[in-house]
């Protein structure tokens, strides 16, 4: 099978030019870098399969575009509200569509045994997740501490409700069925995740930190490899890793 043909949206950006490193060294050609200003249309029209990390107030438009000129889609860019996402995802069913907050390998384990902790720990195990990024991340929480609350809050079948980011202005004990958030930035680090179950008596942490933005191009780039060959529809790295 010949390799696909990639368009990047969000090229300038810090993984988009991870993107076009990770690419090179997989000799996978990048047919269109695509940035604010530049005719998505046009560029969209001449590669196979489009990777967006651009923002979250253009995800709308790249979606209408490569439904429309019947592309493959693998989509990095965090950011949406819940109903912004739902709205977004429902469109993009209509190709071959790879959605993750992260592409990272070892962080698409964590969110597996995350599940698997969620649902053997009770609810007497307290849930919390922590996550750190850059001074210069623009959203919080992060796409994958997002991910890893969604997973938490089935397991355990909890409405959003029972989030708590942070917990300033919030009087009395902890009760049994919240799940707390908090977002840490500062300085460079790249990404750092942990989820926390803690009882009385013990503490399960399991934690992933990534030191090399590269490891999410190299993910990214398999998605998009993967995600040609399949039928409409809208997928995550737990179905390109062979996770789910």
Known sequence: MSLPRLVITGSAGRMGQALHTAAAALSLEVVASLDQGDDLSAGISQGDVVI??????????????????????????????????????ASAGAIPTVWAGNYSVGVNLLYALTRR?????????????????????????????????????????LTENALRHGRQGITGARTDSEVGIHSLRGGDV??????????????LELTHRATDR???????????????????????????????
Not at 190 to 203: C, K, M, N, S, Y
């Open 190 to 203: 790249v990404g750092e995740h942990t989820a926390i179950f803690a009882a009385l008596g013990e503490r």
């Open 52 to 89: 967006d990390f651009s923002s979250h107030t253009v995800t709308a438009e790249v979606i209408r575009l490569i439904v429309q000129h019947g592309k493959a889609l693998v989509v990095g860019t965090t950011g949406h509200t819940s109903e912004e996402k739902a709205a977004l995802v």
């Open 117 to 157: 902790a969620a649902a053997v720990l009770g609810s007497d195990y307290d849930a919390e997740v922590i996550e750190m990024h850059h001074r210069y991340k623009k959203d919080a929480p992060s796409g994958t501490a997002a991910r890893m609350l969604e997973i938490i809050l089935e397991e355990r079948k």
């Open 214 to 244: 590269g490891i999410y191009a190299q993910g990214a780039l398999r998605a998009a490899q993967w995600v040609i060959s399949q039928p409409a529809g809208v997928y995550d790295m737990q179905h390109v890793l062979g996770l789910d």
